[in-house]
């Protein structure tokens, strides 16, 4: 098999109560990339200006992270500030500057038309058709997307999402895009509006996968500290889909396990800012910690 | 073994955007010893006016609730008057007529005196000691606690926790009490101020079991319609002991068993006004629901 994601590779600003990072290494297409690389070898898809460093491009190449994709244009890389509160639930947003990123047009590599799965990480919707366009059947089409599209792309949105087969979405997010206030309905509606598979991240209250005719749910990792939670859910997607990528056939278990170690390599993502954690991270802590998450639910 | 539970037997009013229903039987007592009726032959200690219906006493004793430790004092029920939001995770008390619970002083029947396990359902904190004086060393002590007494009893409470072997409370009263942001540090925090286990509840979101050196989690049971969230947390707890009460040694798997039996019978409760739901459940439903828990979360 073989996974591309398109997604941003960004500087991100990250301030929380007990620290502040300046435009550190950051992006959906670079975490989930990251997460991915230790379950696979994915190919990402985005642009940066010409100030993004070499060394961060060296990092996801020793990662073997596929970067016939990414194109360096003239101007300055995507830029994200934001700020945590006390609760690390509590985002606030303090600037966007797109850049580059505004006029992010994804172009596949001849490499990575025959992709099995696409992973398109909350870019506007509307890229969705000229990228799949460029595709040759994916095996699967996998989508992320937030409040910004939801409320200013609807109609596209919703159109894509009846071609995707896993949509993945916090549970602000889907119970928006389902008009609902009951998570489960929610859920339970959005899998009847396309996808095959509808993957609620619930933060620091695990995760709820609706299929069709079943639900399977995983606590998050009981953790006491949270240094960034900056990329958590990229870095999910990246380790579910990851997992996937490596699995001779895709199975209704195979997404519970994959679920699991998407949980996993999150629970690692918000251990120190940034992409940090994925700099030490070695296979022996993710089994470890997978072999943690079967002790944490089993009864 | 043998469980007794020291709770209210209430009225109470519930409003939801959809229903209101008037002065319907409720209750801590009551709602937990229906649930742990199901699992083994609980007692109930409280107090009742001469307003309270004998049919209700009567659907108790049907269940084989011992209802020795009732007491009918001249005078009104309690009475609780509450109303929830479109998200039942909002409820507003409305009022609280104490009645003639406000004189509550809970008395043993002789043959209560030596029961395994005791359950002191979020009474006034004081009235835990006379309580225990009564009693010949139970096994297990559990209590559950609200905000009011965390805000206005904090020092008896403190003292009643080191004696205290299980703790239940929501995610909100656990921070409170461990005066900690991060619900993990919180549990965390609380197994070192006395009780060897501590239940948090978090509604939708599932329960965290914390112990000494271990953690157990487990998503609520995906629920399409909350019809009446009232009496959750007690009818866990219910659950909870009753399954504990009827096993014959309380070892960790069995902690870990009884918070899904206390899930199971809270997932029941909430699907109809008051203890309706009670009237009609059956323990074949019950075992499979516990079965669809194991579904729900195996990988």
Redesign the interface.
């Known amino acids: 098999m073989s996974l591309v994601i398109v997604g941003s590779l960004a500087f991100d600003t990250i301030e929380t109560p007990f620290a502040r990072r300046e435009r550190i290494i950051g992006g959906s297409g670079i975490y989930c990339s990251l997460a991915a690389s230790f379950f696979t070898w994915p190919g990402v898809v985005g642009v940066v200006g010409r100030d993004f460093p070499k060394t961060a491009m060296e990092f996801l190449r020793k990662r073997k992270i596929g970067l016939a994709g990414v194109s360096v244009k003239a101007g300055k890389t995507f830029h994200w500030e934001g700020r945590y509160g006390?609760?690390p639930n509590e985002r606030t947003t303090v600037r966007t500057d797109l850049n580059v990123f505004a006029d992010f047009h994804p172009v596949l590599p001849p490499a990575y038309r025959s992709a099995d799965i696409l992973y398109l990480a909350n870019i506007n919707p509307e890229l969705h058709a000229p990228i799949l366009e460029q595709a040759r059947g994916p095996k699967l089409v996998a989508m992320d997307t937030i409040r910004y599209w939801i409320e200013n792309k609807t109609e596209a949105l919703f159109r894509e999402l009846e071609r995707t087969d896993i949509l993945f979405a916090n549970d602000e997010e889907a119970k928006l895009l389902a008009g609902e206030?009951?998570?489960?309905?929610a859920?339970?509606r959005l899998v009847r509006s396309g996808p095959s598979l509808v993957v609620v991240k619930?933060g620091?209250?695990?995760v709820?996968v609706f299929g069709k005719g079943f639900?399977?749910?995983?606590?998050a990792r009981?953790?006491?500290?949270?240094v960034d939670p900056t990329g958590a859910g990229d870095s999910f997607a990246g380790g579910f889909l990851g997992h996937l990528d490596r699995v001779p056939k895709i199975t209704r278990?195979e997404f519970?396990?994959a679920?699991?170690f998407g949980s996993v390599i999150a629970s690692f993502a918000i251990e120190d800012f940034g992409i940090e954690r994925f700099k030490t991270l070695s296979q022996g802590e993710i089994d470890d910690r997978f072999r943690e998450?079967?002790n944490?639910?089993?009864?």
């Open positions: 006390e609760d206030t009951n998570l489960v309905r859920g339970l619930k620091e209250h695990g709820l639900v399977f749910g995983v606590p009981p953790c006491e500290i949270v278990r519970r396990r679920t699991v998450f079967k944490l639910v089993s009864f």
